[in-house]
């Protein structure tokens, strides 16, 4: 299994960092988490965007769709871009959101799929299974995995949440939010996370590997691994546009 990464900012673009987006390939399926502003130019340097299996938009937020609008011309326009019509999984809050404020009419392009926590489906060869995030309503984290392969978890947006830990047990890779260095004094509580809740998530959820990301600028991933390192005891890799993890 394969991650890639087209964008690792956290809630807007950052020098040389896009919002969300990574792609999950295994068994011939590519299967893409998150389609934020700016990533449609990574994801088109790396793969015809027209091969894409599936995409998953774990919430409503523009650093997690808005190149969803990129992806949906794209294959509008470019005679044979569309190879399939590429289904679009998120919660049916999500998928409201994009239908409304986005899309008025998927095309026959985009085929919305609703899902909700505890749903599992198969994409390609993949599994994926949701979870709710303790962020806006609707949002859903994801773990993916192959027959008796690796796994990958991806936290979403979210705060610290016991439910996610269990979520993720045992997993191999996870990609985890890590919004801010440290908590500021005059956030609410849940939302995202910080450096040492990250930490927190991913050792109560024994996981191997942590992609740290989602670091909102002026903060960045560097600094966030480092700070998540000094109380997680599994690796930790500091995100960036075009890090690539094999597992
Ligand atoms: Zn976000
Ligand atoms: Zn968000």
Redesign the pocket.
């Known amino acids: 299994m394969r991650l890639s990464v087209f964008g690792h900012a956290?809630?807007y673009g950052a020098p040389g960092a896009q919002?969300?987006s990574y792609l999950v390939s295994a068994t011939g399926t590519q299967l893409l988490l998150d389609i934020?502003n700016g990533s449609f130019s990574n994801l088109a340097r790396q793969l015809l965007p027209g091969d894409l299996s599936a995409v998953f938009v774990s919430?409503r937020?523009h650093?997690?769709l808005a190149d969803l609008i990129s992806l949906y011309h794209y294959l509008s326009f470019v005679p044979g871009a569309l190879r399939h019509p590429i289904p679009i999984y998120g919660s049916p809050e999500t998928l409201e959101a994009i239908r409304t404020l986005v899309l008025a009419d998927f095309g026959g392009i985009l085929l919305p799929q609703a899902v909700r926590a505890g749903q599992a489906v198969e994409v390609g060869g993949l599994q994926v299974t949701f979870a709710d995030a303790d962020?806006v309503p609707g949002t859903l984290a994801a773990r993916v995995s192959v027959d008796g392969g690796p796994s990958l978890g991806f936290t979403?947006?979210t705060g610290p949440n016991p439910g996610l830990e269990q979520f993720f047990d045992g997993i191999d890779l996870l990609v985890g939010?890590c919004?801010w260095l440290t908590r500021p004094d005059q956030a609410p509580a849940g939302l995202?996370m910080d450096a040492s809740e990250l930490a927190s998530m991913a050792t109560h959820s024994g996981a191997r590997r942590l992609v740290v990301t989602?670091v909102a600028y002026p903060g960045n991933a560097v600094a966030a691994a480092r700070l998540v390192a000094d109380r997680f005891a599994g690796e930790v890799i500091a995100a960036f546009d075009g890090l690539a993890v094999e597992f």
């Open positions: 956290g809630s919002c969300s934020g919430h937020h650093d997690h962020h979403a947006d939010e919004t995202h989602h």
